[in-house]
């Protein structure tokens, strides 16, 4: 069983950076974050895929956040200029396959998620 934890969440202001981090037992071939905001679905902002280290991401968060794997197995979200519509729970998740989408039921491996709150 793979195993997730989260840390680096926080309250900025707008403008701000964070940087969230995920340490895993073992990679899988595709490693994500995704976020959650009150009242609404999870939603998949970037993806990492560990066989060529390809990355994608949701439309509104590119060029300000960077997937990326360091260290070892941690899997980072470095967010930079973050607004006010970014404030969610962030999880870190994985699954096992070689198409990586950005579709949270395609994952079944998760974190328990990481606050991050920004403020106007």
């Known amino acids: 069983q793979v195993q997730l934890a989260e840390s680096g969440g926080g309250s900025v202001k707008a403008g701000g950076s964070l940087r969230l981090a995920c340490t895993a037992s073992?990679?899988?071939?595709?490693m994500a974050w995704f976020r959650q905001a009150p009242g609404k679905e999870r939603e998949g902002v970037a993806v990492?895929?560990?066989?060529?280290?390809?990355t994608e991401y949701v439309d509104a968060v590119k060029d300000r956040f960077i997937i990326s794997r360091e260290n070892g197995n941690i899997l980072y979200l470095h967010m930079n200029n973050l607004k006010p519509d970014d404030t969610a729970v962030y999880y870190c998740?994985?699954?096992?396959?070689?198409?990586?989408?950005?579709?949270?039921?395609?994952?079944?491996?998760w974190g328990q998620g990481t606050q991050v709150t920004v403020s106007s």
């Open positions: 990492l895929r560990s066989a060529d280290s390809r």
């Open positions: 073992e990679y899988t071939d595709c």
């Open positions: 998740a994985g699954r096992n396959g070689w198409s990586c989408p950005l579709d949270a039921s395609s994952y079944n491996f």
